[in-house]
């Protein structure tokens, strides 16, 4: 029975990456209408087509779901996507954006500028507005302006996915994000048992047992608070420092 569940999941897990891919390239085509016209600074049709592809990432998770790939429980998940919210969350796997976007749409995201080559992302990122991580002045100017429309956003502060030592290290530019342009903060921790979906891992390496996800809403973090006595590099360094501790200890 053990050895049927493995090829079950097995055959699951490989057929779940060929109809992301190519469910990806084909949303293409539907995501032609936001896509040919620019929906930069057309918030309302960023969000049509943050719903359109939170609906398909949704679906896509219920798959995994039924499949036995994974399970998942949300804790709190109510708390996301209000007006003028940062929210920071780690970063354990490859699935944790789709789980998140799935379920709050409305979100905006950074996302890693490399994915704009990659043909099954680059039509869904440029359609719903999400802004590509190039550090620049531009960039932050890009943030800014989501938060002032009223706009939440998501950003994974670690950068890249948690390693198999599970150290947790976040990037400050996050967190002065928050401070300078959010209304508050909210982490969101996400454990994952066993580990699975790192990055340069062959799809093939699928764990023993099905993948457990548990993702924690947190307590809400009011820049102000953070501010009150500090000026901004010192608040970021400091509340870096809480959230990393935080991170670490949730996860455990």
Request: with cysteine; glycine share 8%; aromatic share 10%.
């Amino acid at each position: 029975m053990k050895s049927l569940n493995y090829y079950r999941r097995f055959f699951a897990t490989l057929f779940g990456f060929v109809l992301f891919g190519v469910v990806g390239v084909l949303f293409k085509i539907v995501l032609l209408p936001y896509t040919l016209k620019s929906t930069k600074n057309d918030i309302p049709r960023q969000m049509q087509a943050r719903r359109l592809i939170g609906g398909v990432w949704k679906w896509f998770v219920g798959y995994l779901v039924w499949s036995g790939v994974l399970s998942v429980r949300f804790n709190g998940l109510e708390k996301l996507g209000r007006p003028g919210q940062l929210v920071l969350a780690n970063h354990p796997s490859l699935l944790d954006v789709v789980l998140l976007i799935g379920h709050v749409p409305q979100m905006n995201c950074i996302v890693k500028k490399d994915l704009l080559k990659n043909p099954s992302m680059k039509s869904q990122i440029l359609a719903t507005g999400y802004i590509p991580n190039d550090e620049s002045l531009e960039m932050m100017e890009e943030v800014d302006a989501v938060f002032k429309s009223g706009q939440s956003m998501l950003i994974f502060p670690e950068g890249t996915r948690t390693g198999w030592d599970g150290e947790i290290k976040l990037h400050r530019g996050a967190v002065s994000i928050g401070l300078r342009s959010a209304e508050v903060i909210t982490p969101v921790c996400i454990k994952m048992n066993p580990p699975n979906f790192k990055k340069g891992q062959p799809w093939y390496k699928i764990p023993p047992r099905t993948i457990h996800y548990e993702i924690t809403v947190g307590d809400d973090i009011h820049p102000q608070d953070w501010l009150a006595e500090n000026p901004l590099p010192i608040a970021a360094r400091r509340l870096n420092a809480y959230l990393q501790d935080y991170f670490t200890r949730e996860t455990i």
